[in-house]
């Protein structure tokens, strides 16, 4: 679906232009930590980057979560990122699994290779003091808000659900305290109304991978140490994960806290058509989708065509 978005480049901070390493130099080791699909493009981007002649640094692992059942079958799969990185030759073997990052195993070896950078997006585990003090640069993450601001789990969701009208990309180093270490560059984004959250986080993290990418130069000789901002944690706000109790729509609610509240997820029950609903403060809810549970969304034309004269009943 096409948007109306408008995308500007705002790097928050200025820092000094990076040096240049001669390429007979030992690249540096970066590790990659990363789940979801939407952690696929960045890898893309680091793989992509690590091959050009000036290329700095070489992907030396990849970290991600462990198999787990995704389909109705439950058949054991690997994360979205382990296949892409199997599915582009990456070694097997240079693929961790933790189930904690904390495991003394896995911690040893990472020790082996010496990474002097990780590289965080969307990895889904807490990282412990033990891990952030192996790499010698430090650990970098992509955060899909503009912190201060959504600092946790749902930034792009609870953003969506509070109906903002600009949004953002963040690369902050890593500290023990929750998406709070310094930020090293941020990219805005002005959201459309209609856009829903997978799409709005896939294209944050396009934009993050390209803005790492730029930043990487930086990060490697040190001065983007030397440039990142702390954050003014007085302006911060949180974004907790989404709970499953949340994706209950109450039509007591006026009908633009329900739209917003439908477009935070992607597997909330309805999305658009042409059902009109009748909200609170005497607003309605024009409802354009509907995807029943395990079934695939269909219009609303088609949804009440194929009730064949079963009544909705409003709870």
């Not at 990849?62 to 382990?82: C, E, F, L, N």
């Not at 390209?210 to 001065?223: C, M, N, R, T």
């Amino acid at each position: 679906m096409q948007t109306s978005l408008m995308l500007r480049r705002f790097c928050c901070y200025n820092g000094a232009s990076s040096a240049i390493i001669p390429t007979s130099k030992k690249k540096q080791q970066l590790v990659f930590m990363g789940s979801p699909q939407v952690s696929a493009s960045v890898l893309d981007a680091l793989f992509n980057a690590s091959k050009t002649p000036d290329s700095m640094f070489e992907v030396a692992a990849i970290v991600t979560q462990p198999p787990s059942g995704r389909d109705r079958g439950r058949k054991v799969m690997p994360s979205p990122v382990a296949q892409h990185a199997l599915d582009r030759g990456f070694p097997t073997d240079l693929i961790f699994t933790p189930k904690r990052a904390g495991e003394e195993t896995f911690l040893s070896n990472l020790r082996v290779l010496q990474p002097e950078l990780c590289i965080t997006a969307a990895y889904g585990n807490i990282l412990p003091k033990k891990f952030l003090q192996i790499p010698s640069l430090g650990t970098v993450n992509i955060h899909p808000s503009l912190l201060p601001l959504y600092r946790g789990a749902a930034p792009v969701q609870r953003a969506l659900q509070d109906g903002v009208k600009e949004t953002g990309v963040s690369l902050a180093f890593t500290v023990r305290s929750l998406d709070s270490g310094p930020i090293i560059a941020c990219e805005r984004l002005e959201v459309d109304d209609h856009i829903k959250a997978p799409e709005l986080l896939a294209l944050l993290f396009d934009q993050g991978s390209k803005l790492l990418v730029h930043e990487l130069p930086s990060i490697f000789d040190g001065s983007a140490r030397m440039k990142a901002q702390a954050q003014d944690d007085s302006k911060a706000t949180l974004a907790p994960k989404i709970m499953p109790e949340e994706s209950w729509l109450s039509f007591a609610e006026e009908a633009l806290v329900l739209h917003n509240k439908s477009d935070d997820e992607d597997h909330v029950t309805f999305f658009r058509g042409a059902l009109l609903f009748p909200c609170g403060g005497r607003s309605v809810l024009e409802v354009l989708e509907v995807q029943l549970l395990g079934k695939k969304a269909v219009s609303a034309t088609a949804f009440w065509n194929g009730l064949r004269g079963q009544k909705l009943k409003k709870l």
